[in-house]
């Protein structure tokens, strides 16, 4: 079983970091071709959408795939399908009100906006509304079957389908409006692609439709805190999209444009190169909470535990490999993709909120598996609060870095309440000293890098630094790690180890 977990684990994250990549290589090129100031109407568009799109169906694939290992656990498929019509059942009661309100009444909708630009690029996306949490929901059937590869090729493809378009239709568009339209346009034609593909693939594999009765009153009791959390979240970025750019204009005197470029620089550069483990993390979370949720349901304390450590270590072992390489070459790696230099200090002020960032990542998607989404709700709540004081109150002072605080505030405290809540459900669960040793060589390999890229940055361009030093730095973070062992050889040898 552990062999296949870690087949899973590896054949999720190799899609999943070539879709992050391929994200990535499209984010530089909308960069170089729309500028900062059209990533930041097309930022705006898509964290307002997300904000209903998450509202609509966010929580309803994680408790589908929650609920359809529950009824594996006793062999019920009629328990299965009816999660899954339940799930879509829900999920058209809310995306089709609020598209056909949003589309008629869009005028009454300006507000919503920091730019009055956005909104007629926001209405292009309204179609995708509906589509789009439709095919969440099959995502989460996928999970619960623990079919993992047809969920990976069909996120990679919808992530090729975006690019391909985009790149055709934003070529030798050098007005910033236009750029960001007709790159939205391009993130409308990859749902549609992702949809169709989807339900053929459910149908095809046995999937049913069936009477969501017997499901929905346990999917809407569990689905609802998470909704709740990850709406919330939605909000918490459609907020900073709105008061970022208006304090940066109104308190540190910066005009329309001006600010929302930085705001494109910070949203639309820097933050997605900080989360870049989101793809480690969520690929881990993928495989691990289907498990998870079944040994939980049929009361395996001793797997359960052991799942818990296991995964709550991994996600410090891939910040503790990445925050040095983001610490030493984020002004590098910034110069070289988006000839930006503001975003490079950005990334090196910021890259150890990577820790508790994949920490709150993690823990959350582990406690919402064991039926803990009203805590983790509450917790979402408290550190939200951090995020917004840390703006208000200090971006007069320190611009743009009050939002990186603020950032830094909220998953540090999300992620030691979540840590906290964990000790009390899985007693004898072990991570502080792993932690601490993590720390240690963090802070051995940032002085090595820095060290290191000292020397090298004279002499060598920005691209020559990376290629250099980033295998160096790695080897340097995976080797300290090794000897105080913090992890070994042994899940590379199950991962290549023939079934039996």
Excluded at 48 to 71: C, E
Excluded at 300 to 306: H, L, S
Excluded at 456 to 472: D, F, G, K, N, T
Aim: glycine share 6%; aromatic share 12%; proline share 3%.
């Amino acid at each position: 079983m552990k062999n296949n977990i870690y087949k899973s684990a590896a054949q999720v994250t190799v899609f999943s970091t070539v879709e992050k990549g391929l994200s990535f290589f499209y984010r530089i090129i909308l960069t170089r071709i729309i500028g900062a100031e059209g990533i930041g109407i097309y930022q705006i568009c898509l964290t307002v959408f997300a904000v209903f799109l998450t509202a609509a169906s966010s929580g309803i694939p994680v408790t589908v795939s929650r609920l359809m290992a529950k009824s594996g656990a006793v062999n019920d498929t009629r328990g299965k399908h009816s999660a899954v019509t339940a799930g879509i059942l829900c999920t058209l009661a809310v995306t089709i009100p609020i598209a056909i309100i949003l589309f008629f009444g869009r005028n009454a909708f300006g507000f919503l906006f920091s730019d009055e630009r956005c909104l007629d690029i926001f209405i292009i996306l309204l179609p995708g509304l509906i589509i789009t949490s439709i095919y969440a929901v099959i995502r989460g059937s996928f999970w619960g079957n623990k079919q993992f590869l047809p969920y990976s090729v069909i996120e990679l493809l919808e992530d090729a389908v975006m690019v391909v378009a985009g790149i055709w239709l934003i070529f030798n568009v050098s007005d910033p409006v236009i750029g960001a339209r007709n790159a939205t346009i391009a993130v409308l034609i990859s749902y549609v692609f992702s949809f169709v593909v989807s339900i053929f693939w459910y149908l095809k594999k046995g999937g049913r439709f069936v009477s969501p009765k017997q499901q929905l009153k346990p999917l809407i009791s569990s689905a609802t805190p998470i909704t709740a959390m990850r709406t919330s979240t939605s909000l918490l970025n459609s907020a900073v999209a709105v008061i970022l750019p208006a304090l940066l204009i109104n308190v540190c005197g910066y005009t329309s444009s001006e600010a929302i470029a930085l705001y494109g620089v910070v949203l639309g550069m820097a933050v997605p190169m900080l989360f870049t483990p989101n793809a480690l993390i969520g690929s881990i979370a993928v495989v691990v909470a289907p498990e998870l949720s079944e040994n939980y349901y049929k009361k395996k304390e001793k797997a359960v535990r052991y799942d818990v450590e296991k995964t709550v270590k991994a996600a410090i072992f891939i910040a503790t490999l990445l925050i040095p390489v983001l610490f030493v070459l984020g002004g590098a790696i910034s110069e070289f993709l988006y000839d930006n230099e503001l975003c490079g200090k950005i990334v090196r002020v910021s890259s150890f909120i990577v820790l508790p960032m994949c920490i709150m990542m993690i823990t959350n998607t582990i406690l919402n598996s064991m039926n803990c989404e009203k805590r983790t709700l509450v917790y979402f709540f408290i550190s939200a609060a951090a995020m917004i004081i840390s703006i208000l109150a200090l971006t007069k002072f320190i611009g743009v870095y009050a939002y990186i605080l603020g950032l830094g505030l909220s998953h540090t405290i999300c992620a030691a309440l979540n840590l906290r809540l964990l000790k009390k459900k899985c007693s004898g669960i072990s991570y502080l000293k792993y932690t601490l040793h993590g720390l240690m060589v963090v802070v051995a390999a940032c002085l090595f890098g820095w060290l290191l890229n000292g020397i090298i940055c004279q002499y060598v361009a920005p691209l020559w630094q990376i290629v250099i030093c980033a295998p160096l730095i790695l080897g340097f973070t995976a080797g300290a790690l090794y000897c105080l062992e913090m992890f070994t050889m042994r899940p590379f040898k199950k991962l290549f180890a023939k079934k039996r």
